[in-house]
């Protein structure tokens, strides 16, 4: 699993840590992309309205998302690029507990 703050620590940095949370700040202006990385399962806060183009095992998915949202988004490797011709600006709480029972199996790509 390649850390997002590793991957890319130009777009995203820690803002808040614990055993059992991290938070994430994440900000890219259009036209750029991240490298793959990993997320545990998160709470995503848009702070701005972006388009995103998100890709993970061959499989990709283009959203538009509003600025004030707040979405689950199932554990998961992928990529993105900002489509659009805003930047996004975002907050991740990434919870570090699997859930209960959880067989470890990625969910779907992308906010849901």
Do not use: C
């Not at 890219?28 to 990993?38: K, L, M, Q």
């Amino acid at each position: 699993m390649t850390d997002p703050t590793v991957a890319d620590p130009d777009k995203y940095r820690t803002v808040f840590e614990n055993e059992r949370v991290r938070v994430l700040e994440y900000r890219d202006e259009p036209g750029e992309a991240t490298s793959p990385h990993a997320h545990p399962d998160s709470v995503m806060v848009t702070l701005s309205s972006f388009d995103r183009r998100l890709s993970a095992g061959g499989e990709t998915r283009d959203v538009r998302l509003e600025a004030g949202e707040i979405r689950w988004l199932d554990a998961q490797t992928h990529w993105g690029e900002n489509t659009g011709e805003t930047p996004t600006h975002v907050v991740f709480v990434e919870l570090k507990e699997p859930a209960p029972g959880a067989p470890g199996e990625p969910g779907a790509l992308g906010p849901r």
